[in-house]
């Protein structure tokens, strides 16, 4: 973990993906709709969070940084380019989140193309989502990016712990931006705030662990097609 030679051959795996979206831009755009329906399932799932003080923050970021729908690339074009450099003055546990989180992208993709192909057939509801979930299966890989959003939240939380590392990202925001390294920069930054403002995610991250890993099941053993009576959307202080 943390290895920049596994980062570059995350970020080559991840823009090739791109490359098969983007050469089809009727699939592209049914991608784009199923990335905006799940980005409003984790709005919903996570409301009650979203309006606590405490995790707000947190909880943006993993809805915006994460699993937003938004394109990704410009944010790997930047950390493409500023491997070098991060090598240099990041800890060893910076880099990890920073692998996890293109292991997230890249899992997340190969699913979301997966449910793409599955759904290309119909209009987009609960119901279709939810059977098309059970249809391409793959439950392991949906535990593991579970686990995978788990341990970015773990790492963020030991890096918090560090402030010479909120100092250097702040000292860094001014040449990141002129090297047109902005997005990259910004990822780090609010990860950085939004942990360190909570004091400790565990809370956090064992009601995510609940919720997603309860949704999940419900999916697979053939509920939850209607995902706003699920036990997962219903909200639940952590």
């Given at each position: 973990?943390?290895?920049?030679?596994?980062?570059?051959?995350?970020?080559?795996?991840k823009k090739a993906i791109e490359g098969e979206?983007?050469?089809?831009?009727?699939?592209?755009?049914?991608?784009?709709?199923?990335?905006v329906w799940q980005a409003g399932r984790l709005a919903q799932t996570y409301a009650d969070l979203r309006r606590e003080p405490r995790y707000s923050a947190a909880v943006e970021f993993f809805l915006?940084?994460?699993y937003g729908p938004q394109d990704m690339s410009r944010r790997d074009r930047d950390?493409?380019?500023?491997?070098?450099?991060?090598?240099?003055?990041?800890?060893?546990?910076?880099?990890?989140?920073?692998?996890l989180a293109v292991t997230l992208d890249v899992l997340s993709a190969e699913l979301d193309q997966a449910m793409a192909e599955q759904l290309a057939n119909g209009p987009l509801t609960d119901a279709a989502y939810a059977e098309a979930y059970c249809r391409v299966g793959r439950a392991s890989e949906r535990r593991r990016q579970i686990k995978l959003l788990i341990g970015i939240g773990e790492g963020?939380?030991?890096?918090?712990?560090?402030?010479?590392?909120?100092?250097a990202l702040l000292?860094?925001?001014?040449?990141?931006?002129?090297?047109?390294?902005?997005?990259?920069?910004?990822f780090l930054e609010r990860g950085?705030?939004?942990f360190r403002k909570m004091k400790g995610a565990q809370p956090l991250l064992k009601v995510i662990r609940a919720?997603?890993?309860?949704?999940?099941?419900e999916l697979f053993g053939g509920a939850g097609r209607e995902f706003g009576e699920t036990g997962a959307m219903r909200a639940g202080a952590p």
């Open positions: 973990m943390g290895s920049t030679d596994n980062l570059e051959r995350l970020l080559a795996q979206i983007a050469a089809t831009p009727a699939y592209a755009r049914g991608l784009q709709d199923l990335r915006r940084d994460l950390l493409s380019r500023a491997l070098s450099y991060f090598k240099r003055v990041l800890p060893v546990a910076a880099l990890e989140v920073l692998e963020l939380e030991r890096i918090v712990r560090n402030r010479w590392i909120g100092a000292a860094a925001r001014v040449p990141a931006r002129a090297a047109g390294l902005g997005e990259l920069q910004g950085f705030a939004a919720r997603e890993t309860q949704l999940m099941d």
